[in-house]
Nanobody
Framework: QVQLVESGGGLVQAGGSLRLSCAAS????????MGWYRQAPGKQRELVAT???????NYADSVRGRFTISRDNAKNTVFLQMNSLKPEDTAVYYC????????WGQGTQVTVSS
């Protein structure tokens, strides 16, 4: 089984930036899809962005143009660069891998103050 470990969350002011990282515990087979999801208090978990092992990306409308997902296949790691952060981006952010696996990370808190 693959384990995912996120890092990079924190507290930032509106308009600021954060970069999240998610590393897999072992070499992961392709094809696969790695992505970021988020869950705000009282709301359902929602898709933020995904990237396939071949590099195709997909974004939620609410983050397109502000967030960038990328991955380093050699290091089995996926990143989420978040710019122009808004208070409504406040949530716990989860990393996920699907394909030959289905695993979630433990989550990392992102808090954007106004």
């Amino acid at each position: 089984q693959v384990q995912l470990v996120e890092s990079g969350g924190g507290l930032v002011q509106a308009g600021g930036s954060l970069r999240l990282s998610c590393a897999a515990s072992r070499v992961i087979f392709r094809p696969n899809v790695m992505g970021w999801y988020r869950q705000a208090p009282g709301k359902q978990r929602e898709l933020v962005a995904t990237v396939t092992s071949s590099g195709s990306t997909n974004y939620a409308d609410s983050v397109r143009g502000r967030f960038t997902i990328s991955r380093d296949n050699a290091k089995n790691t996926v990143f989420l660069q978040m710019n122009s952060l808004k208070p409504e981006d406040t949530a716990v952010y989860y990393c996920r891998i699907t394909g030959p696996y289905d695993a979630w990370g433990q989550g990392t808190q992102v808090t954007v103050s106004s």
